[in-house]
């Protein structure tokens, strides 16, 4: 992954994550300067000071996303284990690390609805978090299981499989209101976390093991 993007500071910060919220939770079409502005407790000129406008803004709390989840999941990759026992253990390491940062807490709410939104209308912000974060962090998952199943790293089956496991720790933020009303929890926090990525971790040793008999 290319290197994260500076921590923002001061009325910086302010408008980004007035941003993540407004944008996340409105639409970027749907959501006014002055609106984004008042959130942040400053004024309307300070968003084309910092960032030249709202283009600019939404463009900064795309790479704020990139690098939150860079220094959640982890933005420099070692280098790759040539034991599939090692690749083992970093697939886990990421996906306990996912399950945390998407569903673990409540602090990541407005950067998460910021970029499903963004996936949703398939807007610019995608294209520069795909190219600095996404497609990196996946090209690395199917390289780890590359060396833990001998399988090609770069097939169809291989990405699919990556996708599949990315896949369940999203919905457990995609989904919270209603895995927590099934399972009759009042919200879902470190704990509950936990369990889920002692069973996504178990998904994982299960497919693994599957795998490397075909």
Not at 88 to 99: K, W
Not at 147 to 159: D, L, P, W
Request: one cysteine or more; aromatic letters at 6%; hydrophobic letters at 45%.
């Amino acid at each position: 992954m290319s290197d994260p993007a500076p921590t923002p500071d001061g009325t910086a910060a302010q408008l980004v994550a007035a941003g993540l919220k407004l944008f996340g939770r409105k639409g970027f079409a749907a959501t006014s300067t002055r609106e984004i502005a008042a959130e942040a407790g400053t004024n309307v000129a300070s968003i084309s000071y910092h960032f030249g406008g709202k283009d600019g803004l939404r463009r900064a709390c795309g790479a704020e996303v990139a690098r939150r989840i860079g220094a959640a999941i982890g933005s420099a990759a070692p280098a790759l284990p040539h034991s599939a026992d090692a690749a083992d253990r970093q697939m886990e390491a990421i996906l306990r690390a996912m399950v945390a940062f998407v569903a673990g807490t409540r602090d990541n709410d407005d950067l998460t609805a910021f970029m499903l939104r963004e996936v949703g209308e398939n807007g610019p912000v995608l294209d520069a978090v795909y190219d600095t974060m996404i497609d990196p962090m996946h090209r690395r998952l199917c390289a780890l299981w590359a060396v833990a199943t001998g399988q090609e790293a770069e097939s169809e089956t291989t990405r699919l499989v990556v996708f599949t496991l990315v896949g369940q720790a999203l919905y457990f933020r995609v989904g919270r209101p209603i895995v927590t009303r099934r399972m009759g929890w009042d919200a879902l926090g470190p704990a509950e976390a936990d369990r889920i990525a002692d069973i996504l971790v178990a998904n994982l040793h299960s497919i693994l093991a599957r795998e490397r008999l075909t």
